[in-house]
């Protein structure tokens, strides 16, 4: 780890100032969920039990959006007019885990409703279809997207999401209507109109943070327009100093230290403080070529990455050293982006990889706990619900292809004539995050077009919690609250008010 360009914090001291814990915590395995007798929102926050995966069986697809995507073509716009076949990008579970955001290559977001039978758990899993309850069509690429992070379905005011889009201002969504709510206005040097590569809340949603070039942006969510805070993270291109480079990815850490990541596509991950987002220390990754995503661990002690082209995430020990403590092997030889996600007690890791797997690492042993085909192409997301023991996977990649009579498989695949190898345009966008892939050939001329969204049920079990974590459970459940007062009460005082 190298530590800030002025020496003034040391790991001892950078460990002291932001790792205060309580002497007992609920361990990372004991986190409560939902009961599975859950019918509601109100019933589902009276918890008296928490998970126990059993990956000793595979998970079970519920229901999936089948060939649908797969239909729509997008256009290149290259001279030759060629085709791509359509792709899920990214997925993501809303915070409150009642629908799923996904991002496709015809730049359109859809939300899918989570079935209301896959909670139940006598229910019989019969693979049902998987139809979008609404479409938002963006004029350009989408580079990012993101929940507010205290979205709650029983209140329409926190139903809503952000967007990145290319050379577009980034816009608040209402989840419910599918109406612009407002917009945030960043601009370059050349007051010209810029997206940001990456964008997310912090904690409470009262800020969101936007990685560009060497820069960051903070913007108070409660007033939207061009006003904003402009935090360098390097003083000028010459300059050694700092974090260099595109800012790809920002994640804050759970633990409310207000200590805030941010990786590059140079590779270099920067730890900030929210207080005065200054960088305190930087840690690099050596072997990828950019990095794509972090997230902390649970209990803010790790940190996770993923980089572009590389074959493994890596997990970092933020508290002392900044050292790599573990790998977590995949095939991710590519420039498209493949997430991965954390489950709700934090033991658990998902991740997709080019083949079509979903892999499950067990990060108390670093072993890989299940390994299963999930789709037929590249999966791009594997994400884990808040709440319940489900799994929401997406899949496909950016294909040149001759449009021809589609073949589909008894999977709901469809193939597609392949474009020569030769001929194929492989060239990726200013941003960097256009996507390429091994082809998975299903003849000598036809490839398989895998582009689908799934949600899978994970065996388990669920376990009562003990009087030990029930006492836990309600001191947290107090910090929440008075959390939640003195969020409604700057609220309140801060307007106009767009969330």
């Known amino acids: 780890m190298d530590m800030a360009e002025d020496g003034s914090h040391s790991a001892s001291q950078f460990s002291a100032e932001f790792h205060l814990k309580h002497d007992e915590q609920v361990s990372e395995t004991d986190v409560p969920l939902e009961t599975p007798t859950a019918v509601d929102g109100e019933a589902a926050a009276q918890w008296t039990a928490y998970i126990s995966y059993d990956f000793t069986q595979g998970p079970v697809k519920t229901c999936t959006t089948g060939r649908t995507l797969c239909n729509n073509l997008v256009t290149t716009g290259d001279v030759k007019g060629g085709l791509n076949s359509n792709f899920c990008k990214a997925l993501k579970w809303s915070p409150d885990g009642t629908c799923l955001l996904s991002s496709t290559a015809d730049n359109t977001f859809r939300v899918f409703e989570k079935p209301a039978y896959i909670e139940y758990e006598g229910s019989t899993i019969v693979e049902a279809p998987l139809t979008p309850v609404l479409t938002i069509s963006e004029p350009e690429c989408v580079y990012d997207f993101q929940w507010y992070p205290l979205m709650n379905s029983t209140d329409p005011a926190t139903c809503c999401f952000l967007s990145s889009v290319r050379d577009h201002p980034i816009r608040l969504w209402d989840a419910y209507t599918g109406q612009l709510r407002c917009s945030y206005v960043a601009f370059d040097h050349l007051d010209q109109v810029q997206a940001p590569n990456c964008l997310t809340f912090n904690l409470d949603g009262t800020k969101l943070y936007c990685g560009f070039n060497n820069l960051i942006q903070i913007f108070d969510t409660h007033r939207p327009g061009r006003d904003c805070v402009r935090k360098p993270t390097s003083p000028n291109k010459k300059s050694k100093k700092g974090q260099k480079g595109l800012i790809s990815s920002i994640a804050f850490n759970p633990d409310q230290s207000g200590m805030y990541a941010a990786g590059s596509y140079t590779g270099s991950i920067g730890l900030y403080d929210e207080r005065n987002d200054e960088l305190l220390c930087q840690m690099r990754d050596t072997d ?3 990095i794509t995503q972090v997230e902390f661990s649970r209990d803010g002690s790790y940190l996770f990455s993923a980089s572009r082209k590389s074959d493994k995430l890596l997990a970092w020990d933020i508290r002392n050293t900044g050292d790599i403590l573990a790998t977590y092997p995949r095939q991710g030889n590519t420039n498209q982006r493949i997430s991965f996600s954390l489950d709700p007690s934090g033991r658990y890791l998902s991740t997709g990889d080019q083949t079509g797997d979903v892999l499950i690492y067990d990060l108390h042993t670093n072993e890989l ?25 997406c899949s496909g990649q950016r294909r040149d292809i001759i449009l021809d009579a589609p073949v589909y498989d008894a999977n709901g695949a469809v193939e597609y004539i392949d474009v020569d190898a030769s001929d194929a ?29 799934a949600i899978w049920r994970v065996p388990h079990e669920w376990v009562p919690i003990t009087g030990e974590q029930e006492q836990q459970l309600e001191l947290q459940e107090a910090v929440t609250e008075e959390m939640g007062g003195v969020e409604t009460a700057d609220q309140q005082a801060s307007e106009p008010s767009v969330l």
Do not use: C, W, Y
């Open 288 to 290: 990828g070529r950019g």
């Open 369 to 393: 706990a299940k390994r299963f085909q999930g789709h037929q192409d590249v999966v791009s997301s594997a994400v884990f619900h808040p709440t319940l023991p489900l799994l929401g996977t």
């Open 425 to 453: 345009d492989t060239d990726e966008d200013e941003e960097g995050d256009e996507e390429e892939g091994e082809l998975k050939a299903a003849s000598a001329n036809r490839i398989v077009v895998d582009s689908s969204v």
